[in-house]
């Protein structure tokens, strides 16, 4: 009885250390990320990891190599790179990349088979997830994927609404980069009544 009191202090211990571990990994993640995508124009990660040229592919598999892989890194980082629009074929080989060449893996198989395995390793896993990332994006896989919910679509909602009255916005969006350089910002939504 008290062997199956320990394994379940054990097991609790190591839950509550896996959570908070975890938890606080994916919060520093999702924040750098954030930053970053403050720091760093859309415009600029799009000509970076553009689908067209194969630098994109060779930087998002040398991102992908150097993030530790788990989903509290890599998910993070996939959505940044999603929603900043960059390739997808680079994104898809980010996402591939990130499990197979992550840092402890590489360290792991270095000790273990040498240098020569692990370079032939590496190669080969890069090699495969950047040609399995042109060809989906070749096929248009693109179109899988589901665009995220913004919350700007109501940026411009009043906090006030008169009983009867809704409010239908008109073409530009408040939130648009054109909306953005009105010296005097005025609301851009019609009342329909």
Not at 3 to 25: G, H, K, T, Y
Not at 48 to 53: C, E, H
Not at 118 to 144: C, N, P, Q
Request: include cysteine.
């Amino acid at each position: 009885m008290s062997s199956w009191l320990a394994m379940l202090q054990d097991a609790a211990e190591m839950f509550v250390f896996l959570a908070v571990e975890l938890s606080l990994l994916f919060i520093v993640i999702s924040a750098g990320v954030s930053l970053i995508r403050q720091k760093v124009p859309d415009h600029k990660i799009q000509q970076m990891m553009g689908a067209r040229k194969g630098r994109g592919y060779l930087l998002a598999a040398l991102l992908g190599a150097v993030t530790p892989f788990c989903s509290c890194s890599t998910i993070p980082m996939l959505r940044g790179l999603l929603s900043a629009k960059a390739g997808f074929g680079p994104t898809l080989t980010f996402l591939f990349v990130s499990p197979l060449l992550n840092p402890i893996i590489v360290g792991l198989m270095w000790m273990t088979f040498g240098w020569k395995v692990t370079l032939l390793y590496a190669i080969i896993a890069a090699g495969v997830s950047v040609l399995a990332s042109i060809i989906l994006d070749s096929l248009g896989f693109e179109r899988h994927i589901i665009a995220s919910k913004s919350s700007s679509a109501n940026c411009c909602a009043p906090a006030k609404t008169s009983p009867g009255t809704t409010y239908t916005p008109i073409k530009v969006s408040c939130c648009s980069p054109a909306a953005k350089a009105i010296e005097n910002p005025v609301v851009v939504m019609t009342p329909t009544y």
